[in-house]
């Protein structure tokens, strides 16, 4: 790195076609187009940052920015596209530094805004990942461009090792961490401000406790800042945990919590009121627990959040589900039925009355499998219906009710409601008493469509649960068609993917036929693109029992689930591991998921 050299659009063209990257077509076409491409990348970017506040360097749009907006395919791959994170390997690789994937979830928000300046960081782009032994790791955007380490090594006395990184994933780190840190900072320091109690002759004007919490600039940059971090992260919870003297967050990220800020305790309270103000709730109420609701938009789409505070030792919990409609609705298709479960599903689907009962535990996909089922069979010509508790999301082309228990609103009595309304299909957020039972059966024998929910392990024992509501026999035979059981499995990360052999005691204790065959599955090894953990989404594994004619006569003889299930796996019907076991072998998952869900 001892000869001067410039990031230009030129320079790094040539490395990449040098590494095969790029063909000299490719090259040629960047050559050509590339000033005009960055003059209008610049001044989008110039607009969103001005919006934002932000400022960079002058030169606000890199060559690799200008390059991966070009969408070019990757030679070695055509599935894949020349983003700027694999310009910036490719960069990193000639220059001679480490290249990495900055990922959030892994910096310490301490480490990162201590020590260097916001405008600094934003100037120069540069931002510290790590600090060991007295060295501090800077990622860096351009490395040919050393004059922010010069600074810092001069007047901070730091000793600096660099590493380089995209200018995207720098930008990021600056505006959520930096921008998160100085709004809590602000906010710890003006309440410590506004009372002091050492010095109790002293003029102090004290915010009204509403002003404080719900207009407090610091607070609401805060709050604003958590959520764009949440989304960005793809995050489904959000948990702001309050302990003695500190209060932590943590973001569940495809079903597992990962901790990410810790918040002074003397901005824990405001932070809470701030989140209720926005859901609605009493924010003077902070013994008993609360429910509310927020709708945000995020990347031009709408996004339902469900807030719920609880009491603790230490002050308010509270709980953030974020509902993303691209993740709530989907294709049936993409729900994760092997051919066979897809028919099955799709013929229940077709029925014109009957009861389709969904089965698993909280957090299993029951919501996103019965909105999807809904939104497939939604149209003009039908009248759908929902009961919920609470409503999960808002959807414009169903007419939802939420369930409301201190008014007397409950299950049942919507559901003798709704038979008034002129329904054809409705949902039944949950099956939970008897009466609940009684009107589902009797909407389906006066020719609806009922989905619904029973929180049962898996579909045969459903059977059980509902002979034990006081449902008789004759009647499930009547009206049920088919009961679906489900879980959620991570699925492997297709960037880091890689095969191994199952050892003879796991393919024993999957319960494999075939003792002496190799099965060959598939682990993720951890890259940047799955943070590390080897797994990058969620996929569904299902049990679908159809009443055939001999299932509905083994239901008539014995409420027996072990039974029924025999009979129905005669039929056809995949346990829930038969169902995982399969989507291991095709590689979607793997042996530690499979034994860890199922």
Same mark, same amino acid.
Request: net charge neutral; with cysteine; aromatic share 6%.
């Given at each position: 790195?001892?000869?001067?050299?410039?990031?230009?659009?030129? /320079?790094?063209?040539?490395?990449?076609?040098?590494?095969?990257?790029?063909?000299?077509?490719?090259?040629?076409?960047?050559?050509?187009?590339?000033?005009?491409?960055?003059?209008?990348?610049?001044?989008?970017?110039?607009?969103?940052? &001005?919006?934002?506040?932000? !400022?960079? *360097?002058?030169?606000?749009?890199?060559?690799?920015?200008?390059?991966?907006?070009?969408?070019?395919?990757?030679? @070695?791959?055509?599935?894949?596209?020349?983003?700027?994170?694999?310009?910036?390997?490719?960069?990193?690789?000639?220059?001679?530094?480490?290249?990495?994937?900055?990922?959030?979830?892994?910096?310490?928000?301490?480490?990162?805004?201590?020590?260097?300046?916001?405008?600094?960081?934003?100037?120069?782009?540069?931002?510290?990942?790590? %600090?060991?032994?007295?060295?501090?790791?800077?990622?860096?955007?351009?490395?040919?461009?050393?004059?922010?380490?010069?600074?810092?090594?001069?007047?901070?006395? *730091?000793?600096?090792?660099?590493?380089?990184?995209?200018? &995207?994933?720098?930008?990021?780190?600056?505006?959520?961490?930096?921008?998160?840190?100085?709004?809590?900072?602000?906010?710890?320091?003006?309440?410590?401000? &506004?009372?002091?109690?050492?010095?109790?002759?002293?003029?102090?004007?004290?915010?009204?406790?509403?002003?404080?919490?719900?207009?407090?600039?610091?607070?609401?940059?805060?709050?604003?800042?958590?959520?764009? /971090?949440?989304?960005?992260?793809?995050?489904?919870?959000?948990?702001?945990?309050?302990?003695?003297?500190? @209060?932590?967050?943590?973001?569940?990220?495809?079903?597992?919590?990962? /901790?990410? !800020?810790?918040?002074?305790?003397?901005?824990?309270?405001?932070?809470?009121?701030?989140?209720?103000?926005?859901?609605?709730?009493?924010?003077?109420?902070?013994?008993?627990?609360?429910?509310?609701?927020?709708?945000?938009?995020?990347?031009?789409?709408?996004?339902?959040?469900?807030?719920?505070?609880?009491?603790?030792?230490?002050?308010?919990?509270?709980?953030?589900?974020?509902?993303?409609?691209?993740?709530?609705?989907?294709?049936?298709?993409?729900?994760?039925?092997?051919?066979?479960?897809?028919?099955?599903?799709?013929?229940?689907?077709?029925?014109?009355?009957?009861?389709?009962?969904?089965?698993?535990?909280?957090?299993?996909?029951?919501?996103?499998?019965?909105?999807?089922?809904?939104?497939?069979?939604?149209?003009?010509?039908?009248?759908?219906?929902?009961?919920?508790?609470?409503?999960?999301?808002?959807?414009?082309?169903?007419?939802?009710?939420?369930?409301?228990?201190?008014? $007397?609103?409950?299950?049942?009595?919507?559901?003798?409601?709704?038979?008034?309304?002129?329904?054809?299909?409705?949902?039944?957020?949950?099956?939970?008493?008897?009466? #609940?039972?009684?009107?589902?059966?009797?909407?389906?024998?006066?020719?609806?469509?009922?989905?619904?929910?029973?929180?049962?392990?898996?579909?045969?024992?459903?059977?059980?649960?509902? *002979?034990?509501?006081?449902?008789?026999?004759?009647?499930?035979? @009547?009206?049920?068609?088919?009961?679906?059981?489900?879980?959620?499995?991570?699925?492997?990360?297709? @960037?880091?993917?890689?095969?191994?052999?199952?050892?003879?005691? %796991?393919?024993?204790?999957?319960?494999?036929?075939?003792?002496?065959?190799?099965?060959?599955?598939?682990? $993720?090894?951890?890259?940047?693109?799955? +943070?590390? =953990?080897?797994?990058?989404?969620? #996929?569904?594994?299902?049990?679908? *029992?159809?009443?055939?004619?001999?299932?509905?006569?083994?239901?008539?003889? =014995?409420?027996?689930? #072990?039974?029924?299930?025999?009979?129905?796996?005669?039929?056809?019907?995949?346990?829930?591991?038969?169902?995982?076991? +399969?989507?291991?072998?095709?590689?979607?998952?793997?042996?530690?998921?499979?034994?860890?869900?199922?």
């Amino acid at each position: 790195m001892t000869e001067k050299k410039a990031l230009t659009i030129e /320079y790094v063209a040539g490395l990449l076609k040098k590494n095969g990257l790029l063909t000299e077509a490719q090259e040629r076409e960047i050559l050509i187009k590339g000033e005009a491409q960055k003059a209008r990348l610049k001044k989008s970017q110039e607009s969103f940052y &001005s919006s934002k506040r932000l !400022h960079t *360097m002058t030169d606000a749009v890199s060559p690799a920015e200008v390059i991966a907006s070009f969408g070019l395919p990757l030679s @070695s791959d055509q599935r894949k596209s020349l983003t700027e994170d694999v310009i910036t390997e490719a960069i990193a690789k000639e220059v001679g530094l480490p290249y990495i994937k900055i990922d959030p979830l892994k910096l310490n928000l301490d480490l990162v805004t201590s020590h260097i300046p916001r405008p600094f960081a934003q100037r120069y782009l540069v931002v510290p990942i790590e %600090e060991k032994g007295g060295v501090v790791t800077l990622a860096v955007a351009d490395p040919f461009n050393l004059e922010a380490v010069e600074n810092l090594k001069s007047t901070r006395k *730091m000793k600096l090792t660099l590493v380089l990184s995209s200018k &995207s994933d720098i930008l990021k780190i600056v505006r959520e961490f930096y921008g998160f840190r100085y709004s809590v900072g602000a906010a710890e320091k003006e309440f410590a401000q &506004s009372i002091e109690l050492g010095n109790l002759e002293q003029y102090v004007r004290l915010k009204g406790a509403v002003e404080l919490d719900a207009t407090d600039q610091h607070i609401v940059n805060a709050v604003e800042y958590l959520l764009h /971090y949440a989304y960005d992260q793809r995050a489904s919870d959000i948990h702001i945990e309050p302990k003695r003297d500190r @209060s932590l967050v943590r973001l569940r990220i495809d079903g597992v919590l990962h /901790y990410i !800020h810790t918040i002074p305790k003397a901005v824990h309270a405001s932070i809470i009121s701030r989140i209720k103000m926005l859901s609605r709730m009493d924010i003077a109420e902070k013994r008993k627990p609360q429910d509310g609701r927020i709708k945000t938009a995020f990347k031009d789409r709408e996004m339902e959040l469900r807030v719920s505070t609880l009491p603790t030792v230490f002050g308010e919990k509270v709980v953030i589900r974020i509902f993303d409609p691209e993740i709530l609705f989907q294709q049936v298709s993409g729900l994760g039925f092997s051919p066979r479960e897809l028919e099955t599903f799709n013929s229940f689907l077709k029925r014109s009355y009957g009861i389709l009962l969904v089965t698993g535990p909280t957090g299993s996909g029951k919501t996103t499998t019965l909105y999807s089922a809904l939104k497939s069979l939604s149209s003009p010509e039908v009248n759908i219906i929902t009961i919920e508790d609470p409503i999960e999301m808002i959807v414009e082309e169903f007419n939802q009710v939420g369930v409301q228990p201190q008014i $007397g609103v409950d299950f049942a009595g919507s559901l003798r409601t709704i038979l008034r309304q002129d329904p054809d299909i409705i949902m039944v957020g949950e099956i939970r008493d008897r009466e #609940t039972a009684d009107n589902a059966v009797q909407a389906a024998l006066t020719g609806h469509l009922v989905f619904s929910t029973l929180h049962t392990n898996d579909a045969p024992s459903s059977v059980t649960r509902l *002979m034990d509501l006081g449902v008789p026999p004759f009647l499930i035979n @009547s009206t049920v068609v088919g009961i679906l059981a489900q879980r959620l499995v991570r699925k492997t990360c297709a @960037s880091c993917r890689k095969p191994r052999l199952l050892t003879p005691d %796991e393919v024993e204790s999957l319960g494999l036929k075939d003792r002496e065959k190799e099965y060959k599955v598939w682990f $993720g090894e951890g890259c940047v693109e799955c +943070r590390g =953990t080897g797994y990058k989404g969620r #996929t569904g594994v299902f049990e679908i *029992m159809e009443f055939s004619d001999k299932v509905k006569a083994i239901v008539a003889r =014995t409420s027996d689930s #072990t039974l029924i299930q025999k009979t129905a796996r005669a039929e056809g019907m995949s346990s829930l591991r038969e169902s995982a076991v +399969r989507k291991m072998l095709q590689g979607v998952t793997t042996y530690e998921e499979v034994v860890s869900v199922t």
